[in-house]
């Protein structure tokens, strides 16, 4: 990350990576939980991902107000805007994620009344996943664009699941 003559602006910059980097992080945990549920039918761990899901939409409404503050006060431009930007969409994919985490769970809940089995397919997907939200998250730290594409690239081995 380039140094900016405005030290509060570099922070800000700075903050704002670690606000996403701890939404992949929670992300990644409560795709994990949901699938650690589903595989082992456990109503509790399911419950914990309901009862966290709240915490993604926090941090995804912290991170588009310090986005829309750095937008409106710092005007930022080129690898700036492009980091600006991209953390703004990256905390509404990841919110998502969240949120698939918990409707998974919800699922589950009601299924375990009904004794059906978890789907072995259903785990290999979730670990696919999380492997891939892992590998994101790492791109995204280390600002590796190869190794965004790359992750981008196995989409479609998702996908084909």
Do not use: F
């Amino acid at each position: 990350m380039p140094e900016h003559t405005v030290k509060s602006y570099e922070e800000e910059l700075v903050r704002l990576k670690r606000m996403v980097t701890g939404m992949g992080k929670l992300a990644g945990e409560q795709l994990e939980g949901a699938i650690g549920a589903a595989e082992h039918s456990d109503v509790e761990l399911a419950t914990r991902v309901i009862e966290r899901e709240p915490e993604a939409d926090r941090m995804a409404h912290d991170v588009e107000n310090l986005v829309i503050r750095i937008l409106a006060l710092r005007q930022p431009m080129a690898i700036d805007l492009r980091q600006v930007l991209s953390a703004s969409k990256m905390a509404g994919e990841l919110e998502r994620v969240c949120d698939h985490a918990k409707d998974l769970s919800q699922r589950l809940i009601a299924l375990c009344g009904a004794h059906i089995e978890p789907l072995p397919s259903l785990a290999d997907l979730g670990r696919c996943a999380i492997t891939m939200i892992n590998d994101a998250m790492h791109a995204y730290t280390e600002m590796d664009g190869a190794e965004a594409r790359a992750v981008w690239h196995r989409d479609s081995e998702l996908d084909s699941r």
